[in-house]
Every structure is written in C-alpha cells, then in structure tokens.
C-alpha cells in the first residue's frame, strides 16, 4: 500500500497540513506512524478526512465528531451513530435559527429607527 506524506494527504484532501495535525492531537485521526522523522499516511486517511469534513458541514463540533467515531461501541451502525446526534444538533439548531429570527426582528424596527438620542431608543424599545 503507498504511503503518503501530511502534504500528499493535505493536496488530496483540500484541506491544510496543520488541520491534519489538529485532527491527530484532538483524537479524530489515528496517530500517523514516521518514517525518517515524517508523518506518513495510508491513502485510508482520505476516507477519514472526508468524514471529518462532513461533520463539519453539519455543524458537529470537533468533541461531537470525536463521538461519532469513538463514542459508540464498534457494532454501532453509522446510521445509528448519526442519529443519535443529528436528533440533538437539529434541536440546536433550531434554538439557533429562532434566536436568529428574534435578532431579525429587533434590527429590523431599528433599522426603521428616527429617535433623537439612544435613550429614546431604548425607551421606544423597552415598551415595544
């Protein structure tokens, strides 16, 4: 099997050699072995990575990534595994898009704005 080097695995992947080494010291890649003081990678490592990537665009921060790979006993589906998570993040983001939503609106009466002081402002907003 080639082996590849962090920059190889860094051009295939799209993503930067000091990513790759951030997903090494937080857990979510196996520690590359070394060969003359390199980092050398099976090409299986862009499997991984591309998972990583997923979560992300998901929103999974870098603890529920480590989860989805390592917090469940090996026989647990990858569907399970999702579900378990996506079912919280979905909440989550839905708190998210609610605050949003209410910041959406205060900007918008503010946007509207003619007060001739910030007080009035504030005053104006308290009884609104």
């Known amino acids: 099997m080639p082996e590849l080097s962090i920059g190889q695995v860094a051009a295939r992947a799209g993503v930067a ?24 990678y099976s090409p299986d490592v862009l499997d991984r990575l591309g998972f990583i990537e997923l979560a992300k665009r998901a929103g999974f921060s870098v603890a529920e990534t480590r989860r989805l790979l390592a917090g469940f006993s090996r026989r647990t589906p990858a569907g399970a595994r999702w579900r378990a998570l996506a079912d919280r ?22 946007a509207r704005c003619e007060c001739p002081s910030l007080d009035d402002c504030a005053r104006g907003m308290r009884s609104a």
Request: charged share 35%; net charge positive.
């Open 17 to 40: 050699a000091s990513a790759i080494r951030f997903y090494e010291a937080e857990g979510l890649l196996p520690k590359a072995p070394r060969r003359g003081g390199r980092r050398v």
């Open 89 to 110: 993040k979905l909440a989550e983001l839905e708190g998210r898009i609610q605050e949003a939503r209410r910041m959406q609106a205060v900007l918008r009466v503010l």
